[in-house]
């Protein structure tokens, strides 16, 4: 009955080849299990050895030999082994083989009971992969690797690690990871653990990217450098984390010699434009110095042979030259920004457009000139012979850009607005915030920019046709700097040019800073009262005594602002206005002007200074000043100055 039951059992399993081998190993039975397992029918296996079953190599070793033999000398082999299938695939698998022995303790046979393993065999190989692969990894990885537990000590560092920051593995394991390693600012200030984002990681369960940080070298160095951070769960809880570390100390000296290399380019740069501006400027002056003083000369020897007319013919061609050195003045206070402006509310759209004509006159007639222009368009704030300058020197590039072949020049005017997140191109000037702005494109069709030309058309004296052409687009730039606005190019070789300029939109119009026109007085018209004169160079104090006095006014000169200031306390009401200059020894014009105030609240202070009206406002800013003079100035023009300042306290 109990053999009946046991071959009931054997015959049912399919989940373990169960089957029996006799003492030379060759197989008796076989159960359904052992044929799944196997792929042998029970007629192809039985009456064969079972060596059959094995691998050749654990064959050609023996092993099923010993199998039997131990077996049968302990009553028991256990082993886990390959075996082969029927179609000589290999599977991993767990055996054991038991002797069966009668009630008289005679070893009758053997069993064999085998589990297909598979598929735990494949994940301890996977497994033993896997920690191979990153044991590899780590061992060779240039950036340093630390693992922390979930108190946030340190339990591994590769030997990237150990090199990078000196430390022995011994030094670090089972060290908290930022007490050793992230204890100290880069200022040397203690870092607080609640601070540190990289132990913060295995509260918050975040993975942290890219961190830009400083740890903390052996030898007290703070290293740059970049950390990832990962956390990763055990038993479903945050076990710890992962640190990847980059050193970027060589980046940071690479970078840093990047820095002072662009430096010293653009030192190289600005030293080279600025002896292109001081070489042209010398020469554009050198060749007017030439005519005032050759005229001078000239004008000298007719005064003493008494010639006249011949000597005020020769001073006229002087007061030219000099009126083009002044006008070449202007041009390099334009090209800075601080230009003289009379400011006024202008619409840009009509004055192209009355300007049209002369416009036209600029340029060859082998030029097709389109102006696409709206009637009107909002009001901007500017000078108007300052903006219609710029448009000119705009219009007169375009022109030389096109030479004497034919072509097309457009000049289009719109209004824009932009946003900050609207494209827009890359200018010049001041910075170009969200708003509504009067937009001027002037395009013409000539050859092109290259980049090169691009980067340096702004640049004084600048040019690629020959030298000495001035300050053209140069003092356009300065131009558009004076009214708040920026200038752009867009150009490529063979496509022609576009030059794009952003003057800012007012809300509403005001009334002009100041009168272009020069108050016109009568010339016998006599001047009465004293005029304070404080200047530090000589020859332009000397210079408006004469034409003061000319003009019948008293004059009192003083070199320095503190001496204007004693002379005024002096005179008191006796001065009727004080010419000041801007910059002088001791006390600044500005500086001046404020202590002469306090000493004479209502006296008329008119500023004059060889920079532009905008600086001067800028510097006088607080001190009541009642008008400008540029440098260099006419007597007509001085005179009219003052006189146009006292005139309403005369009326």
Not at 90 to 97: I, L, P, S
Not at 306 to 315: C, F, K, V
Not at 345 to 353: E, G, S, Y
Request: hydrophobic content about 40%; glycine content about 10%.
């Amino acid at each position: 009955m109990e053999d009946e039951r046991y071959r009931l059992i054997v015959e049912a399993s399919t989940d373990y080849a169960i089957f029996h081998v006799s003492l030379d190993g060759i197989i008796q039975t076989w159960n359904p299990g052992a044929e799944r397992i196997f792929g042998f029918a029970g007629e192809e296996i039985v009456g064969r050895h079972g060596s059959i079953l094995f691998v050749p190599e654990d064959d050609f070793r023996g092993e099923p030999e010993r199998e039997i033999k131990f077996a049968a000398e302990t009553g028991r082999a256990q082993d886990s082994r390959w075996h082969l299938r029927k179609d000589g695939s290999r599977f991993w698998a767990d055996g054991v083989m038991v002797g069966l022995r009668d009630r008289a303790g005679t070893l009758l046979g053997l069993a064999k009971i085998v589990r297909d393993d598979s598929g735990g065999k494949q994940a301890e190989e996977l497994l033993t992969y896997q920690l191979n692969l990153a044991d590899a990894i780590a061992s060779n990885a240039a950036e340093a690797l630390f693992l922390m537990d979930s108190e946030g000590r340190t339990t591994f560092a590769n030997p990237a690690a150990v090199q990078m920051f000196g430390w022995t593995p011994e030094e670090l394991i089972g060290q908290p990871f930022h007490g050793k390693l992230h204890s100290h600012r880069l200022d040397g200030s203690v870092y607080p653990i609640s601070e540190c984002p990289h132990v913060q990681v295995l509260g918050t369960g975040q993975t942290l990217r890219g961190q830009s940080d400083f740890f903390i070298h052996k030898d007290g160095r703070m290293l740059p450098v970049t950390c990832s951070t990962a956390p990763f769960k055990g038993d479903g809880a945050i076990a710890g984390a992962v640190l990847v570390v980059r050193d970027v100390s060589e980046e940071r000296q690479a970078e840093a010699a990047s820095r002072e290399r662009e430096e010293a380019l653009r030192q190289a740069q600005k030293l080279e434009s600025i002896g292109v501006l001081a070489g042209g400027i010398a020469h554009d002056f050198n060749n007017l110095l030439t005519g005032i003083m050759g005229n001078a000369g000239l004008a000298r020897r007719a005064i003493l042979d008494d010639r006249s007319e011949r000597a005020a013919d020769l001073l006229q061609d002087v007061l030219k030259a000099s009126e083009r050195a002044a006008d070449l003045t202007r041009q390099l206070l334009a090209y800075a920004g601080k230009g003289q402006f009379v400011i006024e509310a202008l619409d840009m759209c009509k004055m192209v457009t009355e300007d049209s004509a002369l416009i036209r006159t600029s340029i060859s007639k082998q030029i097709s000139l389109v102006l696409d222009i709206p009637s009107e368009c909002p009001p901007i704030e500017g000078d108007r012979t300052q903006l219609q300058q710029l448009v000119m020197n705009l219009i007169i590039n375009g022109g030389e850009a096109i030479g004497d072949a034919p072509g097309t020049l457009t000049l289009r005017i719109r209004t824009e607005h932009l946003t900050e997140r609207r494209h827009r191109i890359r200018t010049e000037g001041f910075l170009i915030f969200a708003g509504d702005y009067v937009r001027v494109d002037v395009t013409d069709t000539g050859s092109g920019m290259d980049k090169e030309t691009r980067d340096r058309i702004f640049e004084p004296f600048f040019t690629t046709k020959f030298l000495g052409r001035g300050l053209g687009l140069s003092a356009a730039l300065g131009i558009v700097r004076g009214h708040r606005g920026a200038i752009g190019v867009t150009s490529e070789l063979d496509k022609g040019t576009t030059f794009t300029v952003l003057l800012p939109v007012v809300g509403a119009p005001r009334e002009s800073q100041r009168a272009a026109a020069e108050v016109q007085l009568e010339d016998e018209l006599r001047g009465v009262g004293t005029v304070l004169v404080a200047d530090d160079d000589p020859m332009v104090r000397s210079l408006a005594a004469s034409i003061l006095r000319e003009a019948g006014y008293a004059v009192e000169l003083v070199e320095d602002g503190l001496q204007a200031v004693e002379r005024l306390q002096q005179l008191g009401d006796k001065v009727r206005l004080v010419l000041l200059d801007l910059t002088m020894p001791r006390l600044s014009g500005a500086e001046a002007a404020r202590r002469l105030r306090e000493v004479q609240p209502e006296v008329p202070i008119v500023a004059m200074s060889g920079y532009g009206d905008i600086e001067v406002m800028e510097r006088f800013s607080g001190a009541r000043i009642d008008d400008f003079l540029p440098k260099p100035f006419r007597p007509d023009q001085l005179t009219a100055k003052v006189r146009g300042v006292l005139a309403p306290a005369v009326g």
